[in-house]
């Protein structure tokens, strides 16, 4: 039952062979038994989920169920889920109980899926190894002295230990491709306007885009048909016609043509994740595609350039973290000026604080345009190569992450270490790309490889159609970790 | 275009004012190192020629909706209310700004 894909779950349900109150017992059960050992996950609330259940297997059996209905999906705890704490994974958050539903909440509750938690992450999504939890790191899996990769990795984790059928995540500079990488899973950014960000705890909002990780690319684009649409609360939503993500994966791939970068393959990339994405590429000759060098000269520039603008946006997304209207409050202050310096010191931390300084830094008075428009223009420079691209190729591939899963503390001391395992991902944020993961492998001492998978604009259906039918030919996907 | 940034700690001090957080004497020299090694990653930009090349402050070349100026929103100040740090008659209670 939980290797099943969603499809099948749907059916088994459908079909009264499982209730979703059954379903939704087997995977809290299953949390209470592997969660304290993985800390995947910050909040469950059985009431709640078997509440939602009750009334989806009422659903199911007045025939009016939909692809989702009754399955127990994982959110994670950026997404405000009315009547859920939602911390985001700071104590700033820790006792918020959101009055109100994200919209990408309000849809999975309209398909009538089941709110199986919230999920551990990086604090404001600031992280790539979830270190930076206050609710303590996520252990990978398939190690749990490793990382899972940051900042979606207690939704990474919870799908990889089959600890959810599914879960959602965001990315801003490559929080869910990366831990969907390190933790073995599939994951998928969308293009940037897709999915509606109401609702979503804001990091930097010209970045930041939710979307589906699960165990298949098949799964990814059932989750992708609930999750994406239309909503004018969020004022970058794209108001576009509602798309079947899953209308091509059959489609077979002659004739596809995938550009492979020659900066994201030279060096820094370590040689096992270079050998199974290149075996992953010639499993793709075999399925019938093409291959183009391409060059994206200006990727390199691409972690400074992030560095610059989504502190910027952060420092001024944080400033409603005041103590005033809900979030911590600092337990003694003198004036208004100190209760919000305290506040704000003792509810967000290490670096949170260091990114709302950067950020405050490069937009203070003297350096704006050093600085912030200086990575503005770089920020073009970087989308208008994506575009030079995607004249000659349909797709673009190459590794997600430059290594496996890293030992948990050991790049904890220097952010701009940490800041650097992100050199293949932020790109594709810069330039509002859709982009994916999928496994295509094991490295160095057994952990997973990710094969990254960029579209061009709205190109999505392509993109699953290309992870779904590599996953036809292998079985990276399938694999489990060990005891799990 | 700037040079490499350097940082003092009174800088840092501004910069920790302008953000709203306090800091002790060590967190502050603690940042200040930090930051520079930030800094200097952040530094790699300077040297790329961007004359002509017009900003991008977002991902899609779209303009911003605009929307009636009517009330969309019920009134849900109690429930609001019932996650603030602290309230009292429907107000927001903070210390005293005016003498």
């Not at chain 1, 790191?137 to 002295?145: G, H, L, Q, R, S």
């Not at chain 1, 899972?148 to 801003?172: E, H, I, K, N």
Request: glycine content about 8%; hydrophobic content about 40%; some cysteine.
């Amino acid at each position: 039952m939980f290797d099943s894909s969603l499809q099948q779950l749907g059916s088994a349900l459908r079909a009264g062979k499982i209730s979703s109150v059954e379903l939704t017992q087997l995977y809290l059960d299953r949390i209470a038994a592997l969660n304290p050992a993985l800390n995947a996950y910050i909040t469950t609330n059985a009431e709640a989920s078997l509440a939602q259940a009750r009334e989806a297997d009422a659903r199911i059996a007045a025939g009016k169920a939909d692809s989702l209905t009754g399955i127990p999906i994982a959110q994670k705890d950026i997404f405000c889920a009315k009547g859920w704490r939602t911390t985001c994974g700071s104590k700033m958050l820790e006792n918020f109980i959101s009055p109100y539903d994200a919209h990408v909440i309000g849809l999975f509750n309209k398909a009538g899926a089941v709110n199986l938690g919230k999920t551990n992450m990086d604090e404001f999504a600031m992280g790539s190894s979830n270190e930076t939890s206050y609710f303590g790191a996520v252990k990978n899996p398939w190690d749990t002295a490793r990382v899972p990769g940051g900042s979606s990795g207690g939704s990474a984790c919870a799908v990889a230990a089959r600890l959810c059928a599914a879960a959602t995540g965001t990315d801003t500079g490559g929080s869910i491709r990366q831990p969907a990488a390190l933790c073995g899973i599939s994951g998928l950014k969308p293009t940037y306007g897709v999915c509606s960000r109401y609702g979503m705890i804001a990091f930097a909002s010209s970045l930041d885009q939710a979307g589906p990780m699960a165990r298949s690319a098949e799964d990814l684009a059932l989750l992708l048909n609930v999750m994406a649409g239309f909503d004018e609360r969020d004022s970058t939503s794209l108001q576009r016609d509602k798309e079947d993500y899953a209308r091509d994966l059959a489609k077979p791939l002659n004739g596809l043509r995938i550009g492979l970068p020659k900066e994201f393959f030279a060096e820094g990339l370590s040689s096992d994740v270079a050998s199974c994405v290149n075996g992953a590429i010639a499993e793709y000759k075999k399925l019938g595609a093409t291959i183009v060098e391409i060059s994206l000269p200006n990727s390199k520039l691409s972690v400074p350039v992030y560095y610059v603008l989504a502190p910027a946006e952060a420092s001024s997304n944080l400033s409603r973290f005041d103590g005033v209207r809900y979030g911590y409050r600092a337990p003694d202050y003198g004036d208004l000026t100190d209760m919000y310096e305290k506040s704000r010191a003792q509810g967000f931390g290490a670096e949170v604080k260091r990114r709302i300084m950067i950020g405050t830094y490069v937009l203070s008075h003297g350096y704006y345009d050093a600085y912030y428009l200086q990575a503005q223009k770089i920020r073009r420079l970087i989308a208008q190569d994506f575009t030079e691209a995607f004249k000659q190729c349909d797709v673009i591939m190459g590794p997600t992450s430059p290594s496996t899963a890293f030992k948990l503390g050991e790049k904890g001391d220097d952010p701009v270490q940490m800041y650097l395992s992100d050199i293949y991902t932020i790109a594709v944020n810069l330039a509002g790309l859709p982009g994916m993961s999928i496994p295509c492998g094991f490295g160095a001492a057994n952990m997973p490889v990710g094969l990254q998978i960029i579209g061009n604009y709205f190109d999505e259906a392509r993109m699953l159609n290309a992870a779904h039918q590599y996953q036809q030919a292998t079985d990276w996907h399938c694999r489990a970790p060990q005891g799990i | 275009m700037s040079p490499t940034i350097y940082l003092d700690n009174a800088d840092v001090q501004k910069v920790a004012r302008l953000a709203r957080l306090a800091m002790s004497e060590a967190e502050i020299e603690a940042a200040r190192a930090q930051l520079g090694g930030i800094f200097d990653l952040i530094a790699e930009m300077q040297a790329v020629d961007t004359q002509n090349i017009a900003p991008m402050s977002h991902a899609q070349d779209v303009s911003q909706r605009l929307r009636e100026d009517v009330v969309t929103e019920a009134n849900q100040r109690e429930l609001f209310q019932s996650i603030a740090p602290q309230v009292e008659a429907g107000l927001y209670l903070v210390p005293q700004v005016i003498e």
